[in-house]
């Protein structure tokens, strides 16, 4: 199993070099880009389209979905408002770098503000593979239980912010906010939160505004300007 | 790549080895045995639960439980009625043979009629592993959505049965049986179908007789007899 392991971390450190290379790409365009995580049927594809029919009139978005298989949640991303590519990974168990680097290369860059890649549905394995975006983003959901962080402490520790979907079955389903949250902050203070429901669209004010500032951030093309002088 | 897939490949092989030699163990032993597939929280660990206090009554029944972390899901099994052993996989995202032998090694087979093994969340990474196990289950729920089968084919298309679960939520989540069932049928129309709400209670008759029936298949010895014979 040695040899495996370390045939795999090179193929890892191959990974990370040409997820740098996406993140100059995206960087040098200007344009904010963020990984979105979640477990199958979390609703991170509910979240792109509340997402873009909220900021398609002020900003210009596009997704990059990752699936095994199907055409039907870039189908639901363009449906909304965005320009949408959508990468069947053919059966392996999350995006990698060379899949966003293909899926980058059909996307008009300089006229985007803000990019969304759809990871493959998995807790697990996505966590592993570095796509060049500028924030992570993992999207956890009221049915799934509140003991999840404590069960998938990788995919908890590892983001930027956390966005806990389907609110409004909160009154259906046994889960404590507070033992869900106390999970969170003992893997990953720093994270943003968010409380939302796609369904009812209650709480995407303060997720949206984090967006915002992130597109803001990037649009400047100050982080292309230092890289230049760097 | 290819040669990292060359690797990847003498790896599973001999996991199926070991995964026959845990086969031969429980038929030697006329031990039914299941691998439980979901995503996470999708209530795989909430029907371990019904099923245990069901038919703890009737007959012995154990719980090999996979997670990357936590001994929650043994300690639930365990206060149900069952003989629980947790396998930590320290962030691997499947259970594989080698670890279900080490489960097996702790547990008195001999005095078994079925063993429950839990496998880690995740729809894709577990369905190239095999255990060594009697039936594949695969528990969906209602609030993943209605397009599961059609964005996961390999996890539906390889079990011996389906559970769908959270029926209760119906109400609240947009959810089409019928879609869901549809997809399920072109991938694999001989499973067994199941629907039941872990919450309620309902539906689960069934699906215990399903086990039952299992149970009475494996414990008269015949497939341990057959083997010696051959």
Redesign the interface.
């Known amino acids: 199993?040695t040899?495996?392991v370390r045939?795999?971390e090179k193929?890892l450190s191959a990974n990370d070099r040409l997820a740098e290379a996406n993140r100059a790409r995206l960087d040098a365009a200007g344009l904010f880009a963020i990984n979105l995580l979640a477990?199958?049927?979390a609703g991170k594809t509910s979240l792109i389209e509340r997402t873009v029919r909220a900021l398609a009139a002020e900003m210009r978005l596009a997704v990059i979905d990752g699936?095994?298989?199907?055409q039907?949640?870039a189908d639901r991303a363009a449906a909304a408002g965005a320009q949408a590519v959508q990468i069947n990974t053919g059966?392996e168990?999350h995006l990698d770098a060379v899949m966003v680097r293909d899926g980058l290369a059909q996307l008009p860059l300089e006229a985007l503000d803000l990019l969304i890649v759809e990871n493959?549905?998995?807790?697990?394995?996505p966590t592993h593979f570095q796509l060049g975006t500028h924030r992570s983003v993992l999207v956890a959901?009221v049915?799934?239980?509140d003991?999840?962080p404590?069960?998938?402490?990788?995919s908890y520790r590892g983001v930027d912010a956390l966005v806990l979907n389907?609110l409004?079955?909160l009154p259906?389903?046994?889960f404590r906010v507070e033992h869900f949250w106390k999970g969170v902050a003992a893997l990953n203070p720093q994270a943003a939160k968010f409380e939302v429901s796609c369904?009812t669209g209650a709480g995407l004010t303060a997720w949206l505004d984090w967006l915002r500032a992130g597109v803001a951030e990037y649009r400047t093309g100050d982080r292309a300007a230092e890289r230049e002088a760097a």
């Open positions: 199993m040899r495996r045939v795999v193929v477990s199958p049927g699936d095994l298989a199907t039907l949640d059966g168990c493959v549905g998995n807790l697990v394995c959901s049915p799934e239980g003991d999840k404590y069960k998938y402490p990788g389907k409004d079955l259906y389903v046994p369904q």
